[in-house]
């Protein structure tokens, strides 16, 4: 399996609601990370993972909360967003290293979040 | 600071004709750059990395140490190369700077 998957591939929810987006790799990586992305534009860091610690949360709003069970998959849950919040949130795992030395990061299809 | 910097928003040209997207980056160490292509309704997902020095697709990018550039080119471009080109800078451990982004229209 040398895929990065995602569900759900659509999701609309309220502003009240608590909803989760999965996201699952098989490749062996022990990187793994999220992003957000808006049309048009470049997918922008919210969290890293390594080795199933978080190592990087740009400033993200506690309304995010990413958890990482184990080396295959990884969590984002949503609670109270914002209609701003609507975007494509982007998976992705990349090899011990990351994005040194060449390793390139594998992004998954994306879960198009809309909120209302 | 922007860290990649795409300067062209859209680039349009015809069936066979060259195309050349430009990036220039902004990093005081050696850096580690990518071109990453998101055609329609697909993932985003790496063209080519500039320490493999290989041609992707036809499409090659040359390190410019002295201009601080990582420009994409193609000779002949084809129809199925229309897409949004990203190019991006490994800043740190994990970090991807991306640039803008550029939207390539090739027309037959």
């Known amino acids: 399996d040398t895929e990065v998957t995602q569900t759900p591939k659509h999701l609309v929810m309220g502003m009240t609601n608590k909803k989760s987006l999965k996201c699952e790799q098989h490749m062996g990586h022990r990187a793994m990370y999220w992003y957000k992305q808006k049309a048009k534009k470049p997918p922008e860091l919210m969290f890293v993972y390594s080795y199933e610690k978080l190592s990087i949360n740009e400033s993200v709003p506690s309304r995010f909360s990413p958890e990482c069970p184990n080396s295959s998959l990884l969590n984002l849950h949503l609670h109270a967003l914002q209609p701003e919040d609507s975007a494509l949130y982007l998976c992705?795992?990349?090899?011990?290293?990351?994005?040194?030395?060449?390793?390139?990061?594998?992004f998954g299809p994306g879960t198009r979040l809309t909120v209302l | 600071a922007q860290r990649v910097t795409q300067p062209e928003k859209l680039l349009s040209v015809f069936k066979g004709a060259p195309v050349e997207l430009k990036c220039n980056y902004s990093y005081s160490g050696s850096p580690e750059l990518f071109w990453y292509v998101q055609y329609s309704r697909q993932r985003l997902q790496l063209l080519l990395r500039h320490i493999s020095r290989e041609s992707i697709k036809g499409f090659t990018a040359d390190l410019n140490k002295g201009e601080t550039s990582f420009h994409l080119k193609k000779p002949f471009a084809q129809e199925e190369d229309s897409a949004m080109y990203y190019c991006a800078l490994s800043e740190s451990d994990y970090k991807l700077s991306f640039g803008a982004g550029t939207t390539v229209t090739v027309r037959a």
């Open positions: 992705a795992s990349s090899p011990p290293g990351g994005g040194l030395s060449g390793n390139e990061q594998f």
